[in-house]
Structure formats: C-alpha cells, structure tokens
C-alpha cells in the first residue's frame, strides 16, 4: 500500500534542500554581478580599529562564561558624481549573509587588514549603488557554490525518500 503521509513528510527535506541551493545561487550571481558591474575609484582610508562584542554561553556544565570576539573595523571616504560617501564594506556586500571575520584576539583582529589610516586605496563601486563601495573584489563562490551542492543533495534525498514512500511502503 502506497504511503502517502510518508511522501509528504519526504518532500520537507526536497523544500528545504531547494531553499539552501537558491539561497547559494542567488548569493553566487548577485556577488558575481555587483562585482561585474563596479568601477574603480580612488577613495581614502579614514579610520582602521578593532571593536569588540562580549557575550554570555552556556557551556556543558550547566554555567556560562564570557566569550569576547573581535572585529576589524576600516572606513574609508570616497566621492561619486560630486557626492561624498564612506563605506565600511572591505568586500562586496552580501545581502542576508554576515561575512565579518570575528577573532578571539584582538591583536590577530588588527593584523587582518593591511590599511592604515591616511593611505590612498581603489575601491569599487556599482555606479548604481554609490553608497556600497567596497575595497576588495573578493567573493565567497566556494561557500555559495558549496551551498548549491548542499541543497542539491539535501533535495535530492528527499526525492529519494518520497519516491521510497510510494514504491516501498
């Protein structure tokens, strides 16, 4: 007898396997174009810190302890059309992705960048985003590409598992 609940049930995993992979894609090519399109400008640097955020976690033992991660900060001015922007995006913003690199030191935190306050930089920009410069033209493709295979495999287990349901219970 062909079991339909079961069916059902499989096709959550198919959902959400479809969700992370156009997530991934979608990460992919609007990265891709933002990059495409963005034209070198001269912009300055104007500020490079560190900020640190502390928190509470719970650990195994039933209490917590303190856990402060810190994060490179680098501001920089630039002028498009006549108008002056600042901008705090080292790569291509991602919308609905955090790409921050947090450290545990906040030593390590300042080495990540090399830029230092004064110093004359190219930075990108998307003519029609003036206000999203970014410095660097890095992209995440392996961590949106990996996002595409891991919904594809999540997906298609759960093609397998409803195509179980109605050939095998």
């Known amino acids: 007898m062909v079991s339909i609940e079961n069916a059902l049930v499989s096709l959550f995993p198919v959902g959400i396997g479809a969700l992370i992979a156009w997530n991934g894609w979608r990460g992919y090519a609007d990265e891709r174009e933002l990059i495409e399109q963005a034209q070198p400008i001269q912009a300055e640097i104007i500020d490079v810190g560190v900020s640190g955020r502390t928190e509470r976690r719970d650990v195994d033992d039933g209490g917590t302890r303190t856990v402060t991660t810190y994060v490179p900060k680098v501001t920089f001015k630039y002028t498009v059309d006549g108008e002056s922007y600042t901008s705090g995006n080292v790569e291509p913003p991602a919308e609905g992705v955090d790409t921050t690199h947090n450290y545990s030191n906040r030593d390590r935190a300042h080495e990540h960048f090399e830029y230092e306050e004064g110093q004359a930089v190219t ?35 759960g093609v397998a598992g409803v195509l179980y349901s109605l050939v095998f219970l």
């Open 123 to 157: 930075a990108y920009v998307d003519p029609e985003r003036p206000g999203e410069a970014f410095l660097e033209r890095e992209t995440h493709t392996t961590r949106n590409l990996g996002l595409v295979g891991l919904g594809g495999v999540v997906a298609a287990l």
